[in-house]
């Protein structure tokens, strides 16, 4: 069985992770993460396990998501937080943030996160960001008919991947780069 959680700020900790890991922090409720949790039987033995989950060496759970809301500079309901230590304020700020698959705020966002770049906010240009997200959002014709956005990020991100090597791989998604300058970073498109 399984528990999935959308990552609200006030997310509760997750029960399977209370009941059966109990050597994890009663503090561990990854608030802002959408999770999925799972408790499964393997079987009593090696038929057993077969029958339950076919040839392989571990069950491999697949699940497709949404996304995650994401910072907008160019929206004025948004708002950016100024300490990424002020919990509270974090959680204050990213409840006013909005789902987008657009490929440059996608990846500014990848950049504050502390499983991402880790930068501060105060580093990035979010008008030059503002500026990326204007043109990824330009309308292209489709072959078929209609438009769609010009660069979305839309694919899968593993775990194991490193940091470096994720937002090399959402770089390709607007053929993007990471740009410094003053102490200051934003991406291009």
Known sequence: YGSFRNGTPTQARDPIITSDLTTIPSTFRQRGIATAVFKCHYGADQDEYVR??????IPNFLMEVKGCKIYDPRDPTQIMFSDPNDKAEVDAAMATWKWSNTASLVQADYLIQPYGGRQNPGRI????????????????????GGFQKRYTIDGMVTKNQTRVDMLGAMLTANRGFVTQSDGRIWITS
């Open 125 to 144: 240009r979010w008008d030059k960001i503002a500026e990326a997200a204007d043109y990824d959002e330009t309308l292209v014709g489709l072959k078929g």
């Open 52 to 57: 339950l989950w076919g040839n392989v060496q």
